[in-house]
C-alpha cells in the first residue's frame, strides 16, 4: 500500500507542504495538501521539482580524500571522522582555536545547526556564520532592536486579513508566488495593494499602486511617508502613548526631512508619497512586506527595515490581526539558523555572545566552562583571515560559498592557504573541490528534523526514504568528530529528537516544540515557550519584547552614496533574484529546470536607452563596470527605468564584478548598484 508522508519543500522561506507518496521503499509522486497553512496546496516550480534531487546522477555517495595530483578517493567513513578529528585537534592545539572557522547554510535543520555551532563554540571559537546571511537575508535584525523579535511579526496566512498593504523591495510575484497568494486574496477583500520597486511587477494586477522609485531608495520612500504623517498628525497618539519609547525625540529628527528631498532622490511626486501615506496611516489593519530580492544591501544600509519599523509604530499596525511586518527571508530555514545560533555574534536563542548571563547559562546547559568571549569572525571577513593565516582549518556544511556567493573569487584564493577545509555536500561543488575531505549528505527526503519558515512555523520533516548508500547524516558525523575531540558528554545523541530536546532547553522560544507536535500538518509557530503552549502566529499583542516592554523608534535617515554615472558608464546597474537565478547552487541543483546552468543571462534595458545605443531585442551585449565584465542577452523591456539596467543576481556575481566593499554593519557587500555601460558584442554569451 502506498503511504503519504507529510514532508516540507527544501528550497524557500515560505516552508510549503506537500505529502510524498512512497510505494517500495521510493518516493512516487507528490500530493497537494489542500489543508496546509502556508499554501493551501499550491507549490510553484521549485517545490514541485523537489523530488529530481534524489536520484541526481551527480550526488556523492561516499566520503573522498583528496590525494597526491588533486583528485580524489574514496574513504571510508571511519577513515574520514579519524583524519577530520585529527587536523582539527593538531590545528587547535598550534594556533588555538580561533584558528578554526565554520560555515553552515540556512538549509539544514535546526538539530543539524545547533549542532554545528555548538561544535564551534564547545572548540572555543565564535568563528561560525552562515554565508546566506551575508546576501541580504538578515533584514529581520534591525527588528529586534525596533520590536524584541528579529523575526517576521504576523504569519503569511493573515495577510489576508489586512485591508492596505505595502510591499517593499521584492520581485514578489516571481519569487514568493505562494505570499503573493495571500495579497491577492486581500486584494479580492477589498485591500489596497500598494507596490514599491524600482522594477516593474510581472503583472500590475496585483496593485492598485506601484511606485517605481529609482534604484536604492526604498528606506528614502518610507522616510517620505513617515514625514506626511508627521505633518498631517495622521499617527496613532494613543498607541504610541502606550507602547513605544522615543517618539519625541524621533518626531524632532524625522521632521527634519524635507517631501521635496524625498521626490527628488526616490522619483516618485510627492503627492503620490503622501496619497499612500494616508492610505497605509488610515486604514484599519495595514501590513508592510519587505524582501531582499532587489538591492537589499543598500537598502540595509540605509535602515530600511528600522523605518519600517518606525511607520508601523507610528500608525499602530502591530499586534493586531492583518497589520505587521513581514519580511520574507530567502531559504527554507533562514529563520532557524539564525534562532540556533549560526553567527559570530548571536548564540541560540538570538542572545548576544557578550550576554554574560546567558552566556554562563547555555555554558552550564553544555557542560563546559565557558564559552568563547570574543566576538567571531564573519564570513565577509573569513577570506582575510585566512589570508592572514589566521584561520587555518574550516569545515564548510552544505554551502558552496565559491558559487552562490558575491565573495566567491576572493575566498577561492584564500581557500588554497588553509591547512584544512572539510566540505559536506550533496554534490562536488566548485567548492568541495577546493576541499581536503569531503562527505557525501542526506537530501532533504532521507534527513530527519525541524525546520523554521520565513512566518516563525516550525515544522518536522520525518524521513521518508532510507539515505542513498548508508550515508551518515550529518548530526551522527559532528557527534563522531566531536567524541574525538574529547567532548562526548556534550555531543551523545541518539537521533534528532534528542538534540531538539536540548534545544528546549536551550532556547526558551522552542521550549514547547517536541518533534511529536511539530509534525502535524501546521506544525507550531514560535516563540512556543511551554509543551503546552499553542504557538504565537502575532507577535506583541500585549507588548514589544523589548526591555522595557515597548516599541523602540530609531532613527535611521537616508544617506545617498550611490556613486554618479559619468559619461563612460552612463548606466545604473542593478542586481536582483529572478525564478532561473538563485544565490545557492546545491539547492539550484535540485530543481533541474531552473538550474543556473540551463539558464541564459540576461540583461533589461530600457527601450528608450536601447534606441539611443542601437542595440536590438535579443542581441548579444557586453556589459562592463570599472571591476569587469560580462556578456548577455539584451532584453528590450519597459520594466526598468531609462538609465537603469538589471541582471540577475547570481551570474553577474561570476563574473562582472563591482565592488566588494562591506557595510560596516551588516558586512554585506555594497553589491546592489554600480555604474556600466553597455555596447553590443559579437562573441559568445557568459564570456568575460
Ligand atoms: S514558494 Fe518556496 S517553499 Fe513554496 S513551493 Fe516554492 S520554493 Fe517551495
Redesign the pocket.
Known amino acids: 500500500m502506498p503511504r503519504e508522508i507529510p514532508s516540507?519543500?527544501?528550497?524557500?522561506?515560505?516552508?510549503?507542504g506537500?505529502s510524498s507518496l512512497v510505494e517500495q521503499g521510493k518516493i512516487a509522486s507528490i500530493e497537494y495538501t489542500k489543508d496546509h497553512p502556508?499554501?493551501k496546496g499550491?507549490?510553484?516550480?521549485?517545490?514541485?521539482a523537489?523530488l529530481d534531487v534524489i536520484t541526481h546522477p551527480d550526488r556523492i555517495l561516499s566520503p573522498l580524500v583528496k590525494e597526491e595530483g588533486n583528485t580524489f578517493q574514496e574513504t571510508s567513513w571511519d577513515e574520514a571522522v579519524n583524519t577530520i578529528a585529527a587536523n582539527f585537534k593538531k590545528i587547535a592545539k598550534k594556533h588555538g582555536p580561533d584558528s578554526l572557522a565554520f560555515l553552515t547554510s540556512s538549509h539544514c535543520t535546526n538539530e543539524e545547526i545547533y549542532l554545528f555551532q555548538k561544535l564551534a563554540r564547545v572548540l572555543g571559537t565564535n568563528n561560525i556564520d552562515c554565508p546566506s546571511f551575508h546576501e541580504g537575508n538578515l533584514n529581520i535584525v534591525d527588528l529586534a532592536a525596533s520590536l524584541g523579535h528579529a523575526s517576521t511579526t504576523n504569519p503569511l496566512s493573515d495577510l489576508a486579513n489586512s485591508k492596505c498593504i505595502i510591499i517593499s523591495g521584492s520581485n514578489f510575484l516571481e519569487n514568493?508566488?505562494?505570499?503573493a497568494y495571500w495579497v491577492f486574496e486581500a486584494k479580492a477583500r477589498g485591500a489596497t495593494i500598494i507596490y514599491i520597486d524600482h522594477r516593474l511587477p510581472p503583472s500590475l494586477l496585483i496593485c492598485d499602486h506601484f511606485l517605481q522609485i529609482n534604484p536604492g531608495t526604498h528606506s528614502m520612500l518610507i522616510e517620505g511617508m513617515i514625514t506626511h504623517i508627521l505633518e498631517k498628525n495622521l499617527f496613532n497618539q494613543q498607541f504610541i502613548s502606550e507602547h513605544t519609547s522615543g517618539f519625541e525625540t524621533y518626531k524632532k529628527d524625522a521632521r527634519k526631512q524635507s517631501l521635496k528631498f524625498t521626490e527628488k532622490i526616490s522619483g516618485i511626486p510627492a503627492a503620490k508619497i503622501k496619497e499612500v501615506a494616508e492610505l497605509y496611516a488610515s486604514s484599519s489593519a495595514s501590513s508592510l512586506i519587505n524582501c531582499n530580492d532587489f538591492s537589499s544591501q543598500y537598502d540595509y544600509h540605509n535602515g530600511t527595515t528600522t523605518n519600517l519599523s518606525n511607520l508601523a509604530l507610528l500608525c499602530g499596525h502591530l499586534g493586531r490581526e492583518g497589520t505587521g511586518i513581514i519580511p520574507l527571508l530567502e531559504h527554507?530555514n533562514t529563520q532557524g539558523s539564525y534562532d540556533m545560533g549560526a553567527s559570530p555574534s548571536i548564540l541560540p536563542g538570538q542572545v548576544n555572545f557578550k550576554d554574560e548571563s546567558q552566556n554562563k547559562k547555555i555554558a552550564k546547559g553544555w557542560k563546559v566552562n565557558k564559552l568563547p568571549s570574543k566576538g567571531g569572525i564573519s564570513f565577509p571577513e573569513m577570506s582575510k583571515a585566512i589570508k592572514r593565516k589566521k584561520i587555518k582549518a574550516l569545515y564548510i556544511m552544505e554551502s558552496s560559498p565559491l558559487e552562490d556567493n558575491v565573495y566567491g573569487d576572493q575566498l577561492k584564493h584564500a581557500l588554497k592557504g588553509l591547512e584544512f577545509l572539510l566540505v559536506q555536500d550533496l554534490f562536488l561543488t566548485e567548492t568541495a573541490k577546493q576541499a581536503d575531505i569531503v562527505l557525501p549528505v542526506n537530501c532533504w527526503a532521507e534527513k530527519i528534523g525541524s525546520y523554521t519558515?520565513t512566518e516563525r512555523r516550525v515544522q518536522w520533516q520525518s524521513r521518508i526514504i532510507n539515505p542513498l548508500n548508508k550515508i551518515i547524516p550529518n548530526w551522527q558525523v559532528m557527534c563522531d568528530v566531536a567524541k574525538k575531540l574529547g567532548f562526548k558528554k556534550q555531543f551523545t545523541f541518539n537521533n534528532p529528537e534528542a538534540i531538539l530536546k536540548e534545544i528546549n532547553k536551550v532556547i526558551p522560544a522552542y521550549t514547547g516544540i517536541s518533534a511529536n507536535r511539530v509534525s502535524r500538518t501546521d506544525g507550531l509557530i514560535m516563540p512556543c515557550p511551554t509543551p503546552k503552549h499553542s504557538g504565537t502566529p502575532i507577535l506583541y499583542t500585549e507588548h514589544f519584547d523589548t526591555p522595557d516592554g515597548l516599541g523602540k523608534f530609531n532613527t535611521a535617515f537616508y544617506t545617498k552614496k550611490v556613486e554618479k554615472t559619468t559619461q563612460r558608464f552612463p548606466y545604473f546597474l542593478t542586481f536582483g533574484k529572478t525564478p532561473t537565478f538563485h544565490n545557492n547552487v546545491t539547492v539550484s541543483k535540485e530543481t533541474s529546470p531552473s538550474t543556473p546552468a540551463s539558464a541564459e543571462l540576461f540583461v533589461e534595458i530600457n527601450s528608450k536607452d536601447a534606441k539611443k545605443i542601437h542595440i536590438q531585442d535579443q542581441s548579444e551585449v557586453k556589459i562592463s563596470t570599472k571591476a569587469g565584465s560580462i556578456k548577455a542577452t539584451a532584453c528590450i523591456t519597459e520594466k526598468v527605468l531609462p538609465g537603469v539596467v538589471f541582471v540577475p543576481f547570481l551570474l553577474l556575481s561570476d563574473s562582472g564584478r563591482t565592488s566588494c566593499s562591506l557595510d560596516p554593519r551588516a558586512k554585506f557587500p555594497e553589491l546592489n548598484e554600480t555604474i556600466c555601460q553597455i555596447k553590443e558584442s559579437g562573441g559568445n554569451k557568459g564570456e568575460q
Do not use: D, Q, R
Not at 499550491?42 to 514541485?48: S, V
Not at 514568493?176 to 505570499?179: D, E, L
Open positions: 516540507i519543500c527544501a528550497y524557500c522561506a515560505e516552508g510549503c506537500f502556508v499554501n499550491g507549490l510553484c516550480l521549485k517545490g514541485n523537489a514568493h508566488p505562494i505570499a527554507n519558515n
